[in-house]
């Protein structure tokens, strides 16, 4: 899985530093590392076209809108259940 941190201007002042850190805590890696175990990428993307509804992220290729750190959290909780593990 890959998840992307939006980090425009729009998200940033909306929280995203606090969504992505939370990635990172939960996750164990830093922006631009994959886990241990390969199935989570954290990556940062300049904008997501999203700005009304910031902060955004991905995960794969779904958008995420109006993310805070817990949302988030329960996203990646997601993801991996889908996934089969």
């Known amino acids: 899985h890959v998840g992307a941190a939006c980090r425009s201007i729009a998200c940033e002042f909306m929280g995203q530093p606090e969504v992505t850190q ?3 805590d939960k996750l164990g890696i830093d922006v631009g590392e994959t886990t241990d175990d ?3 990428t954290l990556i940062e993307l300049e904008c997501l076209g999203s700005c009304g509804t910031a902060p955004a992220a991905l995960i794969d290729e779904t958008l995420h809108e109006d993310v805070t750190p817990e949302t988030i959290i329960q996203k ?3 993801a991996k259940q889908n996934n089969g593990h």
């Open 76 to 78: 990646i909780e997601a």
């Open 38 to 40: 390969g199935e989570f």
């Open 22 to 24: 939370a990635v990172k």
